[in-house]
């Protein structure tokens, strides 16, 4: 607001309530205002804390195995290795969420020749008579 525009509402005010009133009036309104503000910035703050606080414990929780997902990618540390590597003035081993697996970590071992080589005794010559009535 400008100079004018301030200078015709005060203008305008003391027209409408006098200049006993004026004063008083200026004081509630002024109140009224500490009050709307004070209210506005305790929304505003619990809003900002209520959006905020979960992002923060979701990055606290995501810097670490970042870091350590960048690191290798830059080469600082092998893939498939401890990173205790990329951390050369770390004199303590790696816990063992920073170790990465590869490829044959994933990779299933290949069948046996006999699938049914690996099961008790018992139990495979029960399964062969039980195919042999079937027949």
Same mark, same amino acid.
């Given at each position: ?41 305790? +929304?505003? &703050?619990?809003?900002?804390? *209520?959006?905020?606080? @979960? $992002? %923060? ?8 195995? #970042? ?32 170790? +990465?697996? &590869?490829?044959?970590?994933? *990779?299933?071992?290949? @069948? $046996? %020749? ?8 018992? #139990? ?12």
């Amino acid at each position: 607001m400008s100079f004018t525009e301030i200078a015709l509402i005060v203008f305008v005010a003391l027209i409408v309530f006098g200049p006993e009133d004026l004063p008083a009036i200026a004081r509630s309104l002024g109140k009224m205002v500490y009050q709307a503000r004070r209210i506005w910035n305790s +929304l505003t &703050s619990e809003v900002k804390n *209520v959006w905020e606080t @979960p $992002a %923060e414990l979701w990055n606290e929780q995501v810097k670490e195995p #970042l870091e350590t997902a960048r690191s290798v990618m830059s080469g600082r540390a092998a893939p498939g290795k401890s990173t205790a590597a990329a951390r050369p003035n770390s004199s303590e081993p790696a816990p063992e969420a920073d170790l +990465l697996l &590869s490829y044959d970590d994933l *990779v299933p071992p290949p @069948p $046996a %020749e006999n699938p049914l080589a690996a099961l008790p005794p018992g #139990l495979v010559s029960g399964l062969a008579k039980e195919d042999e009535k079937t027949d």
